[in-house]
């Protein structure tokens, strides 16, 4: 059997469907919204404010903090318990170290962003998302940055390299690799790879080759979401 | 948030409000959102102004309560997200989030809402158990009558989920075409007084300024189901029955936006 035929119909390369909108959340100090097939992120950036415990205060840099959350009935099997989980701290500090690259810590000593990412649907591609959404939210809210961030998960079913998986293909009964990949735009560096499944280097390296293309994508989306919000007629 | 309390007290005597509504004007605009999330059972989402409210409806099969076997139940919860505004913190419900929770959920609780039998499926052993879940994203104000607004819109959109016969396992990627049993549908509206004079639909800042408030929670037929009365100051019996007055006729008002949103 070989994966010849995506389960949605889609290219290998193609994208799901995607919406940006920088600047949903009019009590924040910058924000976006970003859809990506079923998969819908809200985030909301507060600060530079100021940094509680005191003994986090860093005098020649500030610090940024994600917060990663699925809603309670965003899961596609039961409701999901609110507060945290291990899942949900765990993709909050890849986050950080995928976003952290770009954000000139330097401008904000002494005081704290906050990154607060929420769902109310998802399939699949959450953290991904969950950047691509943050980068948005950052930039509408004025942090200095050096650059964007996007972020997809390319998959590899049964010997396919596929962009942008979603939850059917992740449940093939084959072999299925999920490679979720942040990378920044001017540079092509990667501030996020993470990798479950089983994979060649050579399939790996495709991938990744694959992820530079989509996350292109991704930023010009970006780009005009926020520059939709900043145009005045 | 800087807050005007002179201001807004001084102007409500004089009938004003700082953002130049009158005093039992609504924010817009009012919009209501159904089937916002594919994967809750039933989902709204609420705009009254600038204030964004989401409800989301998870279903489940659980053995129903020893003193009463033959219902199902429900459950509402209330997160204020640290995403919709600087005052909130992460971590467990604060009373704020507690007390609309309850508020709302007594709405509909006490009205018999839901018919609670027909939710059984078998006496003692499984029921249909309804989670309401309502979250924030943006708090500008007057979450008492979105979450009222947006969990009668999600149970409304709300569809069971199909169960497998054989091995009675709920399969949530499939929904079935049979709504939840609604009896009745209750909202709730929310008077606030300020510096003598009642108002609805309170902005954030009016909302750190106010005096006493009132939420009455009524249905079609205006029937009061749940009231809950906050804040440090009395209310006279006649000023009760000018609450109760505005309410009721402010409940009509958002029923009549709900069923045009929705479609009925």
Sequence with gaps: ?233 | MIINKEAITQLAKANKRLDGRGLLDYREPIRIETNISWTAEGSAKVQIGETVVLAGVKMSIDKPYNDTPDEGGITVNVELLPLSSPDYESGPPGPKAIELARVTDRGIREAKAIDMKKLCIKPGEKAWFVCIDIITINDAGNLFDAASLASLAALKAAKFPVVDPKTGAIDYHTKTEEKLPLLKEPLAVTVYKINGCFLVDPTSEEESSYDARLSVASDDNGIISALQKGGNTPLSTEEISKVLDIALDKAKFLRKILNKELGF
């Design chain 1, 1 to 233: 059997m070989v994966y010849t035929e995506r389960v949605d119909g889609r290219k290998f390369d193609e994208l799901r469907h995607m919406e940006a909108k920088a600047g949903v959340i009019p009590n924040a100090n910058g924000a976006a919204y970003f859809k990506m097939g079923n998969t819908v992120a809200y985030a909301a950036v507060y600060g530079p404010r100021e940094l509680f415990p005191r003994f986090l205060q860093d005098p020649k840099k500030g610090l940024l903090r994600c917060h990663y959350n699925m809603l309670p009935f965003s899961g596609s099997g039961e409701r999901i318990r609110p507060g945290g989980n291990r899942r949900a701290q765990e993709i909050s500090m890849v986050m950080n170290a995928a976003l952290n690259p770009v954000v000139d810590l330097s401008a904000f000593p002494n005081a704290v962003v906050d990154i607060y990412v929420e769902f109310p649907q998802t399939d699949a591609g959450t953290r991904c998302a969950a950047i691509c959404a943050a980068s948005i939210a950052l930039a509408d809210a004025g942090i200095p940055m050096r650059d964007m961030v996007a972020a997809v998960a390319i998959g590899q079913v049964d010997g396919t390299v596929v962009a942008d998986i979603n939850y059917n293909e992740e449940a093939y009964p084959a072999i299925v690799s999920d490679i979720p990949v942040a990378m920044m735009h001017n540079t092509k560096e990667v501030t996020l790879l993470q990798m479950d499944g089983e994979i060649s280097k050579k399939d790996l390296m495709k991938a990744l080759e694959m992820a530079k293309i989509a996350t292109e994508k991704i930023y010009a989306l970006q780009k005009k979401a926020l520059k939709e919000k900043f145009t005045y007629e």
